[in-house]
T-cell receptor
Framework: SQQGEEDPQALSIQEGENATMNCSYKTSINNLQWYRQNSGRGLVHLILIRSNEREKHSGRLRVTLDTSKKSSSLLITASRAADTASYFCATAKPSGSARQLTFGSGTQLTVLP | GAVVSQHPSWVICKSGTSVKIECRSLDFQATTMFWYRQFPKQSLMLMATSNEGSKATYEQGVEKDKFLINHASLTLSTLTVTSAHPEDSSFYIC????????????????FGAGSRLTVL
């Protein structure tokens, strides 16, 4: 079964608006990562947040992590049409092995021009 | 940055034939590669872990004889779907752990572009 559950499953916003996606997980983690997937393509790593971090920024991306609630959020500010893609969270167990990276169900983001 | 090349990007074959998908790390060595399967609008399901110089590790429920994995060198892993059937039609994606990104770098994956298999 999937470790991460994401919501919403689909999100449609206007260009310029902010997009927020949430991810919940069930077991202890070493870190949590967000990946982006354009339709019919592979995944691209966006950002990694360690279990001892609460917030991290990268450009227009802001990730938060609440280990007490076992949840994370990805905020994309000032969205652009090119941000249209599926976004997946992925959790790594405390052992740190890449084999143990488990992907969530994904959020399909559509940014309307 | 780390680049993983995967091909073919799409393939159509007749039922009963075998299809080979290649995954190459172009600018780094990958002793481990991962093969995922993805159904439309769904998440990635790890099929197997490919290990250079040794046997692949398959996830529960994945048929070893159906999905043959060979990791012949530090830059190449192949997935062969043997005697393919329509239910094997899917999007297959490979990835390799990215190195040199600090202690947490071992968790970060670089993905190939994926291969869409359609079995008629």
């Amino acid at each position: 079964s999937q470790q991460g559950e994401e919501d919403p499953q689909a999100l449609s916003i206007q260009e310029g608006e902010n997009a927020t996606m949430n991810c919940s997980y069930k077991t202890s983690i070493n870190n949590l990562q967000w990946y982006r997937q354009n339709s019919g393509r592979g995944l691209v790593h966006l950002i990694l947040i360690r279990s001892n971090e609460r917030e991290k920024h990268s450009g227009r991306l802001r990730v938060t992590l609440d280990t007490s609630k076992k949840s994370s959020s990805l905020l994309i500010t000032a969205s652009r049409a090119a941000d249209t893609a599926s976004y997946f969270c992925a959790t790594a167990k405390p052992s740190g092995s890449a084999r143990q990276l488990t992907f969530g169900s994904g959020t399909q983001l559509t940014v309307l021009p | 940055g780390a680049v993983v090349s995967q091909h073919p990007s799409w393939v159509i074959c007749k039922s009963g034939t075998s299809v080979k998908i290649e995954c190459r790390s172009l600018d780094f060595q990958a002793t481990t590669m991962f093969w995922y399967r993805q159904f439309p609008k769904q998440s990635l399901m790890l099929m197997a872990t490919s290990n250079e110089g040794s046997k692949a590790t398959y996830e529960q429920g994945v048929e070893k004889d159906k999905f043959l994995i060979n990791h012949a060198s530090l830059t190449l892993s192949t997935l062969t779907v043997t005697s393919a059937h329509p239910e094997d039609s899917s999007f297959y994606i490979c990835s390799a752990p990215r190195t040199g990104v600090g202690r947490a770098g071992a968790n970060v994956l670089t993905f190939g572009a994926g291969s869409r298999l359609t079995v008629l």
